[in-house]
């Protein structure tokens, strides 16, 4: 369907649309999203195609878009309670995975650190420093004990 084909923007808003409601049942998310953009570029208040989009990004798992399209669209029709919900849905989703991701990348920090210390450890142990895979008490018991020489 052609924007050419269509002489009235509030019946092309409509049947792409529904149109998307379509590809959103049939599971083609791609043509869903695709005809929903259609409709909120010719109408940035299309509230259901902002819905419809949503749900496709949401089943896509693109979570941050859902969320910014329901948040549109609860900014412009703030009684539309499928919609609210949605929302509150989908934020706390991307919250979480926020945190996770933070985790995630705080722990690849310490493994870093742990491995920077360890390396340091090392390079101390070669040059005829402590090595990292005894501890200071072993050491000195195991020179005491005449089982290593320095």
Known sequence: MSRA???????????????AACQLK???????????????DSDRNATKAL??????YEKLGR???????LY????????NKPGRKAYARV?????????????R?????METE?????????ERGSEGGVQTDISKENYKRAIENGLFFP
């Open 105 to 109: 990348v705080r722990v690849r920090e």
């Open 72 to 79: 549109a669209l609860v900014r412009t029709d703030a009684s």
């Open 51 to 56: 819905f419809r989009r949503a749900q496709a």
């Open 26 to 40: 049939l599971g083609d998310l791609e043509k869903c999203i695709s005809d929903a953009k259609s409709a909120i």
């Open 114 to 122: 742990t491995e920077t210390k360890r390396d340091r450890e090392t």
């Open 63 to 69: 979570m941050e878009d859902a969320c910014r399209d």
């Open 5 to 19: 084909n269509i002489c009235c923007p509030t019946i092309q808003v409509t049947l792409f649309s529904n149109r």
């Open 91 to 103: 934020k706390k989703q991307v919250r979480q995975e926020a945190r996770r991701h933070a985790v």
